[in-house]
């Protein structure tokens, strides 16, 4: 066969044995992974990507007769029902008996489940065709990230049942694990909500269903009801003084502070103290939730080993000081939510595992960013930043080399 001229062309070409398929799952499921190869290239904005190739696909495909072009136009319009021109597909006389049955199905079950850290959650929910011509019942699943703000992988698979007992199973398993029934409509607005930021990256997460059962997870999604309310406007002010100033209370009245010491603290030591704990709410401020107490050996990571070089100038006294605070501060976090003795030793520990690494950063610099690696060297050269003529002067003598850092 001639090499296929243009995108559509290739469609057809692949999807050339759609009509001996065994079910409409199965060729929805073929469907969305074609269509996971534009959402996959797509710069952009993936999902109107995919749009807009399936409203051209069918404009171009229109006149098209052969029974395996109608029968993938009637698969893409039940995946995008939205693509331009979707609404006037229609199978051919000669499809597939599952052909009809594209897209209908109805909503069996959902569920949520994730780490008791509040690090990820996957949601999980059934389908079942209207007619068993349509195929087996089937479960998609989900899963939100909440430390990158993502829908990091979406699946599509079967036997529904088997996958819900192995989920229930795993989840019994493990104490740092939860599972509960969801509102359906609270599983529809956090998957879309945040399968709208994966949709605008510029490279995907590396795995390997979440461009291939995209389309597919869309059209499931929509079955599933609505929420009745607007969707969560960021606050400019995620975590207030007020907010700031009674969570540090709480803290240094707690048996964990008392622990670390920081109940006899004067000096340079308490000021190191409250500059820590300041840089724990700023680095906290920095995700969606704004949750002070949500830490995990994850989040302690990207803090200890990532954020706080790029974004804090620390001396010698804040840099002893933050380890201490954070140990503290994690095991405060971890008895106020109620996590399982076992999360809270194993965020400790991960921490102290994580402070040799911290020095050597600290040390090295490798990961100031240019204007944290500037403040530093200008309070190394013993200049005020607060002194305007001393900081012009020093930002004249050290001009070129700022230039270079950026």
Partial sequence: MATPQTPYEAVLHAARDVTKLDTALDAEMLGAA???????????????????????????????????????????????????????????????????????????????????????????????????????EHALIALVDHNIGIAKDVFIGGPASRILAQVRQLCAEDELTWFRDEDPSRMRDEVTRHLAVTDQLGQLPG?????????????????????????????????????????????LASPE???????????????????????????????????????????AGFFLLDWVHRRAVLDMDDAAMLPRVLRAWAGYAARKRGLPETAAVGTDTAIAEMVPEFVRLYATGERRSPATAAVAQLMADGVDPDDPAALDAWIDANRHRLADDG
Avoid: K, M, N
């Avoid at 029974?67 to 006037?88: I, Y």
């Fill in 34 to 136: 074609l269509l996971g190869s534009v959402y996959e290239v797509a710069e952009t904005d993936r999902e109107t990507a995919v749009r807009e190739f399936v409203a051209g696909f069918l404009a171009a495909t229109s006149r098209r007769r052969a029974l395996a072009a109608t029968t993938v136009r009637a698969v893409f319009a039940a995946l995008v029902p939205d693509a331009r021109g979707a609404d006037r597909v229609r199978p051919g006389a000669a499809a597939p008996a599952w052909s009809g049955h594209l897209g209908r199905v109805h909503l069996t079950g959902t569920w949520a489940y994730g780490d008791v850290y509040g690090d990820q959650t996957s949601y999980l929910a059934t389908f079942a065709y209207d007619d068993t011509l349509g195929g087996p």
């Fill in 207 to 251: 795995t390997s269903s979440l461009a291939t059962d995209r389309a597919l997870v869309g059209a499931r999604l929509a079955i599933l009801p609505a929420g009745q309310g607007a969707a969560p406007v960021p606050s400019a002010d995620p975590l207030p003084a007020a907010v700031r100033t009674d969570e540090i209370r709480r803290f």
């Fill in 257 to 299: 502070a008392v622990r670390a010491g920081f109940d006899d603290l004067d000096g340079a030591e308490l000021a190191s103290l409250h500059f820590c704990l300041g840089l724990l709410l700023d680095h906290a401020a920095t995700f969606a939730d704004a949750d002070p107490l949500r830490w995990s050996p994850t989040v």
